[in-house]
């Protein structure tokens, strides 16, 4: 058996119910219209649906990682990242900002939390 180090009893709870409420509704809406769903589409689906994280913000996160990868390959390789200069990852983020309708002087709010970092049910994560 595999040892893993100790997880919060609350998180472990919600992943039973979740798990235990599994219908094939929800894995139709986890697979996207096809037949099958990835560990990316569950991983997806559960940190939207235990709290963690808001649909928007794993749109824009896709969308960045779509936008390093140039190929399409649905990877990235380290030429993909480090071939872009400055201006182009500038360029980038105006895009997102566009398509996620935020605007300059939005970044310039202090995000939830201290220092970028977000507390939820006494747990720190980053933002």
Not at 63 to 74: E, H, P, R, V, Y
Not at 76 to 84: R, T
Request: some cysteine; glycine content about 8%.
């Amino acid at each position: 058996m595999i040892s893993c180090p100790p997880v919060d009893v609350a998180i472990f709870l919600q992943v039973r119910f979740l798990l235990s409420n599994l219908s094939l509704q929800n894995l139709a809406l986890m697979a996207q219209g096809g037949n099958e769903v990835s560990r990316s589409d569950f991983h997806s689906f559960m940190l939207v649906k235990m709290g963690y994280v808001e649909p928007g913000v794993l749109r824009l996160i896709n969308d960045a990682f779509d936008k390093l990868d140039t190929d399409g390959s649905n990877a990235l390789s380290l030429q993909e990242v480090s071939k872009e200069s400055s201006q182009e990852r500038q360029t980038m983020l105006d895009e997102l900002r566009k398509v996620h309708g935020i605007t300059e002087e939005d970044e310039h709010k202090t995000p939830l939390g201290v220092f970028g970092m977000r507390f939820r049910w006494g747990h720190a994560t980053w933002n």
